[in-house]
């Protein structure tokens, strides 16, 4: 426990026999209760003090930051750094960890045309009950030819996920087993310099998307005929927008584009005529439009431009004086927000039409 950063630094020369220095360091975490309060005087430090450059990633904790650092366990990288590394590529592998810069993230919380969001860390106690249950196992105690018995916990938590196959996109609630007990799905979202809220994975890549910086994902869709689920890469150069800033309640239309390959399709699917390919086309826009909406009207409630509209709407207005007049951060909650994505499909895989085997 310090009072301030520097504070810290020399407490910490006090107990380690080398002199610590962090021009090295790539991330800084948050935990969640300091980010409720406000992390504006932490950023400053940060910006200040020479040792911490301005490319270093930033990331929230759900629950004590302290927690991330002992509970992380990486399973094919024993080196810190390379560890980090690869968080940073999960942004263009999934598109559900929107990795962000410290640079990036104090310019945000500087201006009144955008609000800051960062990536989200969080401890899944499921896996780490069981890394505890194996490491307490003891040596002989496995049956039949080697294999490890369950223990009663692990049947249940088994049980209850066949019995429960809903999927959970929330950092520290993915259901799995084994591995590394950090999860990193998911979006922290600031008001100013306040964690407003925490969104899962999807609502993360959905946040992404609208904002064009989704590279990659895979999105599945559920219809009456059944589920597929598609591969996606959006188009350069962000979303069309579209608006009209006057009027009692103006309105916002946001259309991102995507190029979409079809992966599987679980149903009586018709991939061979362009009417079947049209109705799933159709079909995926209908349902991303409303998890997008469904996203806006929670950052909405929230009073947070994560999204960054108003660096949009910032371009209409001549002076600044003009653009502080229109007080965009009490207007944008009142916006009527629509998206109208669009799909184009271009390949169907190796399959032409879905088989019965």
């Given at each position: 426990?310090?009072?301030?950063?520097?504070?810290?630094?020399?407490?910490?020369?006090?107990?380690?026999?080398?002199?610590?220095?962090?021009?090295?360091?790539?991330?800084?975490?948050?935990?969640?209760?300091?980010?409720?309060?406000?992390?504006?005087?932490?950023?400053?430090?940060?910006?200040r003090?020479?040792?911490?450059?301005?490319?270093?990633?930033?990331?929230?904790?759900?629950?004590?930051?302290?927690?991330?650092?002992?509970?992380?366990?990486?399973?094919?990288?024993?080196?810190?750094?390379?560890?980090?590394?690869?968080?940073?590529?999960?942004?263009?592998?999934?598109?559900?960890?929107?990795?962000?810069?410290?640079?990036?993230?104090?310019?945000?919380?500087?201006?009144?045309?955008?609000?800051?969001?960062?990536?989200?860390?969080?401890?899944?106690?499921?896996?780490?009950?069981?890394?505890?249950?194996?490491?307490?196992?003891?040596?002989?105690?496995?049956?039949?030819?080697?294999?490890?018995?369950?223990?009663?916990?692990?049947?249940?938590?088994?049980?209850?996920?066949?019995?429960?196959?809903?999927?959970?996109?929330?950092?520290?609630?993915?259901?799995?087993?084994?591995?590394?007990?950090?999860?990193?799905?998911?979006?922290?979202?600031?008001?100013?310099?306040?964690?407003?809220?925490?969104?899962?994975?999807?609502?993360?890549?959905m946040?992404?998307?609208?904002?064009?910086?989704?590279?990659?994902?895979?999105?599945t869709?559920?219809?009456?005929?059944?589920r597929?689920?598609?591969?996606?890469?959006?188009?350069?150069?962000?979303?069309?927008?579209?608006?009209?800033?006057?009027?009692?309640?103006?309105?916002?239309?946001?259309?991102?584009?995507?190029?979409?390959?079809?992966?599987?399709?679980?149903?009586?699917?018709?991939?061979?005529?362009?009417?079947?390919?049209?109705?799933?086309?159709?079909?995926?826009?209908?349902?991303f439009?409303?998890?997008?909406?469904?996203?806006?009207?929670?950052?909405?409630?929230?009073?947070?431009?994560?999204?960054g509209?108003?660096?949009?709407?910032?371009k209409?207005?001549?002076?600044?004086?003009e653009?502080?007049?229109?007080?965009?951060?009490?207007?944008?909650?009142?916006?009527?927000?629509q998206?109208?994505?669009?799909?184009?499909?271009r390949?169907?895989?190796?399959?032409?039409?879905?088989?019965?085997?």
């Amino acid at each position: 426990m310090a009072r301030s950063l520097g504070e810290a630094i020399n407490l910490a020369n006090s107990t380690v026999e080398r002199r610590l220095d962090f021009v090295q360091c790539q991330y800084v975490l948050f935990g969640e209760g300091l980010a409720r309060e406000g992390v504006a005087p932490h950023v400053l430090d940060l910006l200040r003090f020479r040792q911490f450059r301005r490319t270093m990633f930033v990331a929230v904790v759900r629950g004590r930051a302290a927690d991330s650092f002992k509970e992380n366990k990486p399973v094919l990288e024993s080196s810190v750094t390379r560890y980090i590394e690869g968080l940073q590529r999960l942004k263009t592998f999934t598109g559900m960890v929107p990795v962000v810069q410290l640079h990036r993230f104090a310019r945000a919380m500087d201006t009144d045309s955008e609000d800051a969001f960062t990536s989200v860390l969080a401890i899944n106690q499921a896996v780490k009950a069981q890394d505890r249950s194996k490491a307490s196992q003891k040596p002989g105690a496995s049956q039949g030819g080697g294999k490890e018995s369950e223990s009663p916990d692990e049947k249940a938590r088994s049980e209850q996920q066949l019995q429960n196959p809903s999927v959970n996109f929330e950092a520290g609630g993915m259901q799995r087993v084994g591995g590394n007990p950090e999860e990193f799905p998911g979006a922290a979202v600031f008001r100013g310099d306040r964690l407003v809220e925490i969104l899962d994975g999807q609502e993360g890549r959905m946040l992404l998307a609208l904002r064009g910086e989704l590279a990659h994902a895979f999105l599945t869709f559920r219809v009456p005929q059944g589920r597929f689920t598609v591969e996606v890469q959006q188009h350069e150069g962000g979303p069309a927008m579209s608006y009209n800033l006057a009027g009692g309640r103006p309105v916002w239309r946001i259309a991102p584009e995507f190029d979409v390959d079809l992966v599987s399709a679980v149903g009586n699917f018709d991939t061979r005529s362009h009417q079947g390919l049209s109705q799933l086309r159709q079909w995926a826009e209908q349902e991303f439009n409303r998890q997008a909406e469904r996203l806006v009207a929670k950052l909405q409630r929230d009073g947070s431009d994560a999204l960054g509209l108003g660096l949009y709407a910032r371009k209409d207005f001549l002076t600044d004086a003009e653009w502080q007049n229109y007080r965009w951060p009490e207007r944008y909650p009142q916006f009527s927000i629509q998206v109208q994505s669009r799909f184009v499909i271009r390949r169907v895989g190796n399959l032409l039409t879905s088989k019965r085997i």
